[in-house]
């Protein structure tokens, strides 16, 4: 059987558990949240794998791209990933990949990428299941409404990721300006 390494990372946002499997990620994942033992059981199953705590370069590499990320030096992260899910959910997760810092989507207009407009809900549950939050930006993912609806590391840390993107985003345009 093959090993994922984790780490628990503490984020400034709350803690993490952050995985490797072969030298990709394949968790980055809020260590508390509701779905925790679900999202394992398939990461392990999927990739036909034990768990065990021990840190990795990938992993290292991981911790430094999010704290470049939370300190509003990091727009992107370039790390190798492992998605782990069904085909439509590796679909959902590519297509929350192609959402560029400091925008929002919606279930809405995934689904309408999709070319499904009824697979809202489907589209709602993939996000959902995702367990590379923040690397694959499901917080981005907002109601048709405008408001803020269900994330894994709870609506007070996606509001707070949100503003740290757009406060990146206003800066870099007053930036523009100043020039």
């Not at 990933?81 to 207009?109: A, D, E, H, R």
Request: proline share 3%; glycine share 8%; with cysteine.
């Amino acid at each position: 059987m093959d090993i994922i390494k984790i780490t628990y990372y503490k984020s400034t946002l709350g803690e993490l558990i952050i995985g490797s499997f072969k030298d990709k990620i394949c968790l980055c994942d809020w260590r508390y949240r509701k779905m925790r033992a679900q999202i394992d059981n398939r990461i392990g199953k999927g990739l036909n794998a034990g768990f065990t705590e021990e840190s990795s370069p990938i992993i290292r590499q991981c911790i430094q791209q999010l704290e470049e990320y939370f300190n509003g030096k990091r727009t992107n992260f370039d790390l190798p990933l492992k998605l782990v899910g069904t085909p439509f959910q590796q679909q959902v997760w590519n297509m929350l990949l192609t959402i560029p810092y400091g925008q929002t989507s919606s279930y809405l207009k995934l689904s309408q990428k999709l070319n499904n407009v009824t697979a809202i809900r489907a589209v709602a549950s993939a996000n959902g299941a995702n367990a590379i939050s923040i690397i694959v930006p499901c917080h981005r993912i907002i109601g048709s409404d405008g408001k803020l609806v269900g994330y894994a590391g709870g609506i007070k840390a996606k509001k707070m990721l949100l503003q740290l993107e757009s406060k990146e985003q206003l800066s870099f345009q007053l930036n523009l300006f100043k020039n």
